[in-house]
């Protein structure tokens, strides 16, 4: 006999449906478990397969990474000639003077800080599409 999901995303195994997912419980998903998504956790891996993720769901029809460059400079004072990877950087640690020779604690801070916007952009963008 088929049992309900329980919550979306889930299977009635209780194991994590990542195709059933919204992008924001997707990346809510890699942002726990990046290691299970790309093993070592760095800046650069994490970056890379949001990239990576941004074009094949735009090659797809899906939305992807669109407006997330613009989305930063609109809420943070960063200048449009940055790639959205340097501009996170700066968000981060705007006092810094070498964004890419990062400490351990620095990269982690930014990783941070990167899904903490990344979360709220997919919000505002989740709202808009649902017109709230």
Do not use: C
Not at 70 to 96: C, F, G, Y
Not at 111 to 128: Q, S, Y
């Amino acid at each position: 006999m088929p049992v309900d999901n329980p919550k979306p995303g889930r299977q009635a195994s209780g194991v994590t449906n990542l195709i059933d997912m919204s992008e924001r419980e997707y990346f809510a998903q890699f942002a726990k478990r990046t290691g299970m998504f790309i093993g070592h956790t760095t800046l650069d891996g994490v970056t890379a397969f949001m990239d990576g993720y941004g074009l094949a769901a735009n090659r797809h029809g899906g939305p992807g990474l669109d407006g997330w460059r613009e989305w930063l400079m609109a809420n943070h004072k960063v200048s449009q000639t940055l790639a959205w990877q340097a501009q996170i950087r700066l968000i981060a640690l705007p006092d810094l003077e070498r964004l890419w020779d990062l400490t351990p604690e620095q990269e982690a801070h930014v990783i941070r800080v990167l899904f903490e916007l990344f979360d709220t952009f997919l919000a505002e963008r989740e709202g808009a599409a649902s017109g709230s």
